[in-house]
């Protein structure tokens, strides 16, 4: 099978295409994400990096080196590390928006599926290496 990362878009299959619009889905995303707090803009550039990465090295190459977007993907891919301020602000998220669920009346069953929820996900995120 011949490898087509380096060719022009023009030239590849639609799958690529499909791949390479997500990955600026995920970019704008992101984007989003790193100005509202209920949203995770980390996660959504890592995955345009890996979508990237299979339709466009170009785009991923962009990304990885752009000054405020790409920093937290490099160190997620060398290995796994969110930074500490990261780290806390999406805990901080977590609780706020589970503040905001309490104040709003949601039924019981449906706070405590959102608890464990939220508590797995800090404690994923807490527990990553910041370096």
């Not at 022009?8 to 295409?17: D, E, T």
């Not at 490099?74 to 104040?103: C, D, E, K, T």
């Not at 949601?106 to 797995?120: Q, R, Y």
Request: hydrophobic content about 55%; some cysteine; glycine content about 10%.
């Amino acid at each position: 099978m011949t490898d087509t990362r380096d060719k022009p878009l023009s030239a590849i299959a639609p799958g690529r295409w499909l791949l390479f619009a997500l990955g600026w889905v995920c970019v704008g995303l992101g984007i989003i994400g790193i100005f509202t707090p209920m949203m995770p803009g980390t996660v959504f550039l890592i995955i345009a990096a890996w979508l990237f990465s299979r339709s466009s090295p170009r785009f991923e190459a962009w990304l990885l080196g752009h000054p405020q977007l790409g920093p937290a993907v490099v160190a997620w891919r060398a290995n796994g590390a969110i930074p500490r301020s990261a780290q806390y602000f999406s805990a901080g998220s977590m609780v706020f928006s589970f503040s905001i669920l309490v104040l709003m009346g949601l039924s019981l069953p449906l706070l405590v599926v959102t608890g464990v929820f939220f508590v797995a996900v800090a404690a994923f995120i807490l527990t990553r290496p910041t370096g």
